[in-house]
């Protein structure tokens, strides 16, 4: 019983951060309670499970539940992960673009600056990059 | 023909306050111009570079050597570089090498440096048997069959580096850079250095356990 009402309130919490705390897209907040919604109806209802699982080809609701979350997880991780590696990809394009514009003021200051158009078509390949 | 005031030499430098002056009064001293990306050393790298009369190129935060290179690559191109030679910045490589790596680009657009054509001073057996491990899986998995595939003296035109740009921001970027050369279609020619290893460059080096992040890196990092 302990257990249930830590997990409901745990789904509470979520949808408090997801839906009250955070404004976001309509479409998310519906995606999202219904995930917490059939979450509650799992916690509260854990044997009417068993025959959704059965269908699905799993023994018990419990461990349909289980590997959702294994998928649920890995998913998440993988997301994260893909937006780590693009944020490093922007970082590095922004400090090039620091590390190259201050080089060439410093170059300026003594006089021997290149002419800028010659940096022009680099500086857009560099914008398509941070894009991308 | 001298190529001197066409090519820019680029040495990405992390840490190196200790030897990058040498490194760059060498080039220098020999005629090439030469850009130093100080890839946010803790030292002072940048500083050194510069007062041996580098054009210094600063990254505030640590991006690792293949941004950094990256970095060197397009302020060159970006000062009308015709060639573009890549020089590790701990003293391996060796200034009498430069011409040879820039003449080979009169018939190729991209010249690797290779020290199992020409030679090594002071690598140890297991290196040099690591080495040629590397080189042979490099191999296979780029397409591209070099006698030595981590060699980090490298000469290449301007025309082809658009299609050499390396998003492996750290030690992977080797690797990349020989899928990328694979794939351009590019003119290939092996010229042969010597590297020199000192206690210096050994301590500076990478460790072979690096090799399994940088085939982690290779792997799922594109």
Redesign the interface.
């Known amino acids: 019983m302990i257990a249930r009402i830590v997990f409901l309130a745990a789904l509470v919490a979520i949808g408090y951060l997801g839906f009250v705390r955070r404004n976001r897209l309509p479409v998310n907040i519906m995606l999202l309670f219904v995930v917490l919604g059939l979450a509650a109806v799992a916690v509260i209802f854990p044997e009417e499970m068993d025959p959704i699982a059965q269908y699905m080809g799993v023994t018990a609701g419990v461990d349909m539940i289980v590997y959702l979350v294994q998928v649920g997880l890995l998913f998440v991780s993988l997301h994260f992960y893909t937006k780590f590696v693009d944020h490093q990809r922007q970082i590095a394009v922004l400090v090039r673009e620091m590390a190259i514009l201050k080089a060439e003021l410093d170059q300026s200051r003594r006089g021997t600056a290149s002419p800028p158009p010659v940096l022009q078509p680099h500086a857009d390949q560099r914008a398509r990059d941070a894009a991308e | 023909m001298d190529h001197r005031q066409i090519t820019w030499v680029v040495i990405a430098a992390y840490n190196e306050a200790a030897m990058i002056g040498r490194v760059v009064s060498g080039v220098l001293d020999d005629g090439w111009k030469v850009?130093v990306?100080d890839d946010g050393s803790r030292d002072d790298t940048a500083a050194n570079a510069a007062a041996a009369g580098a054009?210094?190129?600063?990254?505030?935060?640590n991006?690792g050597q293949g941004?950094a290179l990256?970095?060197g690559i397009?302020?060159a191109?970006?000062?009308?570089a015709e060639r573009i030679v890549t020089f590790d910045a701990d003293g391996q490589h060796r200034v009498e090498d430069l011409p040879a790596m820039v003449a080979a680009l009169d018939d190729a657009d991209v010249a690797l440096g290779s020290r199992h054509l020409g030679g090594t001073e002071g690598a140890s057996s297991g290196r040099k048997i690591f080495l040629r491990a590397a080189t042979a899986m490099s191999n296979k998995m780029s397409g591209v069959k070099l006698t030595d595939a981590h060699c980090g003296f490298r000469a290449f035109r301007a025309t082809i580096a658009?299609k050499l740009?390396m998003?492996q921001?750290r030690m992977a970027h080797a690797s990349e850079l020989l899928g990328l050369i694979g794939k351009s279609g590019a003119r290939i020619v092996e010229v042969p250095v010597t590297i020199r290893y000192t206690d210096y460059s050994k301590q500076k080096g990478q460790s072979p356990l690096q090799a399994i992040r940088i085939m982690f890196d290779h792997a799922f990092?594109r």
Not at chain 2, 55 to 61: A, D, E, G, N, Y
């Open positions: 850009a990306v054009v210094v190129l600063r990254h505030v935060v991006l941004a990256q970095t397009e302020f191109l970006g000062r009308g658009p740009r998003r921001e990092r």
